[in-house]
């Protein structure tokens, strides 16, 4: 059984993998039946990135392109691009710090969709920059078929992002989300009609965007804003506001500096411990 207070875990690179490679040794010794998935999952890695590189074409390995190639391009792609595992890493550590639900690392890396959606979309995104668009549009494709997450590879999303249980995520292909955001399930970043060219919206640091939400149009969210569950954002949001309603409209202050990061979503609330 897990206790109710979490460890303080380090961010450091070394010490995130070796906190892994501890948790896969106790899991196994606990659940027995699990050894072959974890031993594949995570014990018989050298590295972080061998081991996401190895999730990534587990899952998204299908008859039209098999495991043994997606796992080729994933290594190329964590060996040339080293801030694709520095973005994993803040990825992996933002569930851990913001999910009450997640109380070791290895949940994410072997069991949590959000967190595994996120580095294929990282890893399209990198095809996508490459100019290997089309490749880029099948991993996106296979994303959305295995995870129910939809995220045009060529949306610019940053660090430390929590997509919490990311059941029908949609993010444009305009769409542009900063550090240390969180979101979770059924939100849409998405456009207002037929229009061409830059028509997602940009989220600033920090956002909480609730479940449920949709915010529509080339319209900018502020650093450190909240978005209730539910919500129609149709218009700016300035930073630090709760935004709530369809349309949304601003209903106060977010209540704490980092809403991210305490992901309290009661409206009124005046402190997000």
Not at 195 to 204: L, V
């Amino acid at each position: 059984m897990h206790s109710a207070t979490k460890e303080p875990l380090s961010a450091d690179r070394d010490a995130i993998w070796s906190q892994l490679r501890q948790e896969a040794r106790m899991a196994v010794s606990d659940e027995p039946l699990l050894g072959s998935l974890i031993h594949a999952g995570l014990l018989h890695h050298q590295s972080f990135e061998a081991a996401l590189a190895y999730r990534f074409s587990l899952k998204l390995a299908s008859g039209e392109m098999s495991e043994q190639i997606l796992r080729e391009i994933a290594d190329a792609a964590y060996a040339n691009a080293p801030e694709l595992g520095d973005a994993a890493r803040a990825d992996l550590m933002a569930v851990y710090d913001r999910d009450p639900a997640t109380h070791r690392l290895l949940q994410p890396v072997l069991f949590f969709k959000g967190f595994q959606a996120l580095q294929a979309y990282r890893m399209a995104h990198w095809l996508w920059l490459q100019g290997r668009r089309d490749l880029a549009y099948f991993v996106q494709m296979r994303c959305s078929e295995c995870f129910g997450v939809d995220i045009h590879p060529a949306a610019r999303i940053g660090t430390g992002v929590m997509i919490d249980h990311a059941h029908s995520i949609v993010i444009g292909e305009t769409a542009c989300v900063g550090n240390d955001v969180s979101m979770l399930h059924s939100v849409t970043l998405g456009g207002t009609g037929k229009e061409d060219g830059d028509r997602h919206p940009k989220i600033g640091d920090g956002v909480l965007i609730g479940a449920g939400a949709k915010v529509l149009g080339n319209i900018r969210v502020g650093r450190h804003s909240r978005i209730a569950a539910g919500s129609v954002v149709l218009h700016e949001v300035p930073p630090c506001k709760t935004v709530a309603g369809v349309p949304a409209r601003v209903i106060g202050d977010a209540g704490c500096p980092e809403p991210s990061h305490s992901m309290n979503q009661l409206l009124g609330a005046d402190d997000c411990r």
